[in-house]
T-cell receptor, first 112, second 109 residues
Framework: IAGITQAPTSQILAAGRRMTLRCTQDMRHNAMYWYRQDLGLGLRLIHYSNTAGTTGKGEVPDGYSVSRANTDDFPLTLASAVPSQTSVYFC???????????FGPGTRLTVL | GQNIDQPTEMTATEGAIVQINCTYQTSGFNGLFWYQQHAGEAPTFLSYNVLDGLEEKGRFSSFLSRSKGYSYLLLKELQMKDSASYLCAVRDSNYQLIWGAGTKLIIKP
């Protein structure tokens, strides 16, 4: 593993299904973030974690949940997907939370 | 509310200079970031300003005026590979990044 990996790369999902997007880092950064990026809009923060064991809500948390059991992994779960959750999802990390953020390659999710 | 404004799209010529502006209104200010994002790829960090003035890094420079809520990214000696979207982001009082929608820069030969 080099940096930040996200899985899957892309996914087509039926509405109502449960889906977990995975994010793993090997940089030992404390802070991790989930963003969604939609055409014409800026990146919007869904959830964040300043350190293992803690999580917080961002700008658009409804319909999403996260967990941070350890430093390396920060999965994002859609409990019951809806078409408005069609987006590109980026995981990001930051060494201390006040530094620059580093982004994973993204997951393109389509909910039909 | 919090708002970051950038032009949607700009066009420039290879070898020229282009300035991408960003204005912001946020609850608190703890720094401004510029990121580059090529189509279909992840954003990558370009520059960071927390104090007023110009930060220069090779062909790229970034300027900040906190009193005016204004920043710009200056790209010199444009190359075709500079065709990308440029994202402005402000870190607010909660230390979260508020992002602009990005400026798509098109470079023509």
């Amino acid at each position: 593993i080099a940096g930040i990996t996200q899985a899957p790369t892309s996914q087509i999902l039926a509405a109502g299904r449960r889906m977990t997007l995975r994010c793993t880092q090997d940089m030992r950064h404390n802070a991790m973030y989930w963003y969604r990026q939609d055409l014409g809009l800026g990146l919007r923060l869904i959830h964040y974690s300043n350190t293992a064991g803690t999580t917080g809500k961002g700008e658009v948390p409804d319909g999403y949940s996260v967990s941070r059991a350890n430093t390396d992994d920060f999965p994002l779960t859609l409990a019951s997907a809806v078409p408005s959750q069609t987006s590109v999802y980026f995981c990001a990390t930051s060494p201390t939370g006040i530094d620059e953020q580093f982004f994973g390659p993204g997951t393109r999710l389509t909910v039909l | 509310g919090q708002n970051i404004d950038q032009p949607t799209e700009m066009t420039a010529t290879e070898g020229a200079i282009v300035q991408i502006n960003c204005t912001y209104q946020t609850s608190g200010f703890n720094g401004l970031f510029w990121y580059q994002q090529h189509a279909g790829e992840a954003p990558t960090f370009l520059s960071y300003n927390v104090l007023d003035g110009l930060e220069e890094k090779g062909r790229f420079s970034s300027f900040l005026s906190r009193s005016k809520g204004y920043s710009y990214l200056l790209l010199k000696e444009l190359q075709m590979k500079d065709s990308a979207s440029y994202l402005c982001a402000v870190r607010d009082s909660n230390y979260q990044l508020i992002w602009g929608a990005g400026t798509k820069l098109i470079i023509k030969p």
